[in-house]
């Protein structure tokens, strides 16, 4: 596997050689230093370009940065909008185990939007064309101090959608209560937990994507209780998952909001965490809910 040294050297390399390419700059976690490095990062690599349609329409010359196992072209996929005059991408995963995400920009396009990311770092400007830029940080995705409107939206959806938990459960539709669990009460007990974080670092921490580094601030018990919140396939299993997730966000919700004096309506949770459990016992051919 090529190290990084030497992707360097080959991102320079071929940028020095091609006159349509002005300058070079990475971004992505490998210009974050509070990331572990290991070797499934990728490469997010951007070549700043004369104009964008040569590399587009010359499709051979992606070769010249491996041996491509399978790729995806972005901006390609017909149901999402591409800007192929500024912007245009190419995803591709290497026989030597190396990924790069690679995209050609426009240089008018780069000095505009260069520092929307404050995970970038500039690897090669050979005319000048983009501004200065801050060092790399990732302070752009440190968790953000909530205010109190937003506590208490997080809380009311948190316990508004477990309604909707209750009653999948109980239909034991599954399907459905694993995707109201995960992408809609989970996102909410994730809002939470990532305050808890940023309240206990001063917010001056990323709990990074899908806020996988959690663990970093989590007691332990705190972290295998969220790691409970999971749950497989069938309806005996959710419902453990999803009582535990109720706790973890009352237990969570309550901490933010005394931490940050913030008003915690503790009659709707009691009353949203009382019908989830009335609903729990209630029986198949129950001909009401009360």
Not at 101 to 115: G, P, R, T, W, Y
Not at 117 to 125: K, T, V
Request: hydrophobic share 40%; glycine share 4%.
């Amino acid at each position: 596997m090529r190290n990084e040294e030497t992707m360097h050297k080959l991102f320079l390399d071929i940028a020095n050689e091609d006159d349509r390419i002005l300058a070079v700059y990475m971004n992505g976690s490998r210009t974050n230093e509070n990331v572990p490095k290991d070797i499934f990062q990728d490469y997010d690599i951007v070549f700043v370009v004369k104009e964008t349609k040569s590399f587009i329409e010359e499709k051979d010359w992606i070769h010249k940065f491996g041996n491509i196992l399978y790729m995806q072209y972005p901006d390609e996929h017909p149901d999402f909008p591409s800007d192929r005059e500024n912007f245009y991408g190419w995803l591709m995963q290497f026989d030597d185990g190396n990924r790069i995400d690679l995209h050609v920009e426009s240089a008018a396009h780069a000095q505009k939007h260069i520092c929307d990311d404050s995970l970038c770092r500039i690897l090669l400007d050979k005319e000048n064309v983009l501004p200065e830029i801050p060092e790399s940080s990732d302070v752009d995705y440190h968790v953000k101090k909530p205010t109190e409107a937003q506590f208490r939206a997080s809380a009311n959806e948190f316990w508004w959608c477990s309604n909707n938990l209750a009653k999948g459960l109980w239909r034991e539709e599954i399907l459905y209560v694993q995707d109201m669990a995960n992408f809609v009460v989970r996102k909410e007990l994730e809002r939470m937990l990532s305050w808890k974080a940023g309240i206990m670092t001063n917010f001056t921490v990323s709990v990074g994507k899908s806020a996988k580094y959690l663990y970093k601030w989590l007691s332990k018990e705190e972290y295998q209780d969220y790691l409970n919140t999971y749950f497989g396939g069938t309806v005996e299993e959710a419902w453990k998952g999803v009582l535990c997730m109720c706790d973890l966000f009352d237990s969570t919700a309550r901490y933010v909001a005394e931490e940050l004096k913030y008003v915690y309506d503790f009659e709707e949770e009691k009353a949203a965490a009382a019908f989830l459990r009335h609903v729990k016992t209630l029986p198949k051919d129950a001909e009401g809910i009360y």
